[in-house]
């Protein structure tokens, strides 16, 4: 049974930190790509960050130096750790899975999600 469970979104203001969590079955926590993706009202959801289970780590360049992806293990959890918040940060954002990374970082690629957790910064 896949579950995907996001938690941690908020409100917060530019310039601040946020962390999100997405808290996963066991089996795809340990035999899946994992993601982080975000939506905007009236726009596409869009990846963020990706984590193979290699630990291969791939960014968008919107978030580069500023987000970080990371699996907490004993928990079955991939988190978001986001600083520097700006209004463009905005969002729904989902943890999605795909038994494998795909080559593109783009929704249609991954196969399960959650059911999101919103993220507003002022």
């Known amino acids: 049974h896949v579950q995907l469970v996001e938690s941690g979104g908020g409100s917060v203001q530019a310039g601040g930190s946020l962390r999100v969590s997405c808290v996963a079955s066991?089996?795809?926590?340990?035999?899946?790509?994992m993601g982080w993706f975000r939506q905007a009202p009236g726009k596409e959801r869009e990846g963020v960050a990706r984590?193979?289970?290699?630990?291969?780590?791939k960014y968008s360049n919107s978030v580069k130096g500023r987000f970080t992806i990371s699996k907490d293990n004993a928990k079955n959890t991939l988190n978001l750790q986001m600083n520097s918040l700006t209004p463009e940060d905005s969002g729904m954002y989902y943890c999605?899975?795909?038994?494998?990374?795909?080559?593109?970082?783009?929704?249609?690629?991954?196969?399960?999600w959650g059911q999101g957790t919103q993220v507003t910064v002022s």
């Open positions: 984590i193979h289970i290699d630990g291969t780590m």
């Open positions: 999605g899975a795909v038994q494998r990374c795909p080559i593109r970082f783009i929704a249609d690629d991954f196969g399960w």
């Open positions: 066991e089996y795809i926590y340990g035999s899946y790509c």
